[in-house]
Nanobody, 121 residues
Framework: QVQLVESGGGSVQAGGSLRLSCAAS????????MGWFRKAPGKEREGVAS???????TYADSVKGRFTISQDKAKNTVYLELNTLKPEDTAMYYC???????????????WGQGTQVTVSS
């Protein structure tokens, strides 16, 4: 059974930084895509960043140049570095995983419980 557990959220001022972690268990990295999504109150869930098994990364336009996704396969962990945070980045951030190719339009079967990021102005 695949389990994803996020950590690292918190409250910061605009311009600050956070590092989110997602620890995976019951997961094989032979074929995978790991991703981060976020859901703000009153808004649709949106894809933020993804990383494929070959290390290929994809970012939403709104976070390009500010967020960085990475993974440590030895630790079964994927990270999301959030820099130059803005109030509009405030949301619940979720880690997700799927087999095969990355892409926000695919069905992602595995989800974590989420970690809250709050950015004050």
């Amino acid at each position: 059974q695949v389990q994803l557990v996020e950590s690292g959220g918190g409250s910061v001022q605009a311009g600050g930084s956070l590092r989110l972690s997602c620890a995976a268990s019951g997961w094989t990295y032979s074929r995978n895509c790991m991703g981060w999504f976020r859901k703000a109150p009153g808004k649709e869930r949106e894809g933020v960043a993804s990383i494929g098994n070959d290390g290929t990364t994809t970012y939403a336009d709104s976070v390009k140049g500010r967020f960085t996704i990475s993974q440590d396969k030895a630790k079964n962990t994927v990270y999301l570095e959030l820099n130059t945070l803005k109030p509009e980045d405030t949301a619940m951030y979720y880690c997700a995983a799927k087999d095969g190719a990355c892409g926000w339009w695919y069905t992602w079967p595995y989800w974590g419980q989420g970690t809250q990021v709050t950015v004050s102005s």
